[in-house]
């Protein structure tokens, strides 16, 4: 990497929290942090144990892999980040149900963002007179 990259990354993680990690975190991360695992969108995960165990859990994170979202963390890894299980997704077989879908990150703000039907999003909004949003009930 040149010279101007590793100073405009120095720069976003001193100034920036939502560009992966800050310059606070990193330092915490090397300090007390134990790597648990990464994920199949290059987020990597960490524990520390709690100062108080006897009424605090440790304490969990994660890195991402670029702009921080929570939704672009993987259902097995959510359950785990919460407390909901106790073990990892690296140390047991996580598998998906089969009612699930594939993990998809939060769509918001994007092009694939979800837009009803009368959103002044939505492709051909413009076109023709505009359809009301109450129709009153009529009896026959």
């Given at each position: 990497m040149t010279g101007t990259g590793c100073v405009l990354d120095f720069l976003k993680q001193l100034f920036t929290w939502w560009n992966g990690q800050t310059m606070g975190l990193r330092w915490y991360t090397a300090r007390k942090g134990e790597r648990v695992g990464e994920d199949e969108f290059g987020n990597v995960y960490y524990r520390a144990p709690s100062a108080l165990p006897e009424s605090i859990p440790e304490r969990r994170w994660v890195v991402y892999n670029g702009y921080a979202e929570a939704s672009a963390i993987p259902p097995g890894w959510h359950g785990w980040m919460h407390h909901t299980v106790d073990t990892p997704p690296t140390e047991t077989e996580y598998r998906q149900r089969?009612?699930?879908?594939?993990?998809?990150?939060?769509?918001?703000?994007?092009?694939?963002?979800?837009?009803?039907?009368?959103?002044?999003?939505?492709?051909?909004?413009?076109?023709?007179?505009?359809?009301?949003d109450y129709e009153a009930w009529q009896p026959k």
């Open positions: 089969e009612w699930q879908k594939p993990h998809r990150a939060n769509p918001t703000g994007t092009a694939s963002a979800y837009r009803p039907a009368g959103s002044i999003a939505t492709p051909g909004h413009g076109s023709g007179a505009p359809k009301p």
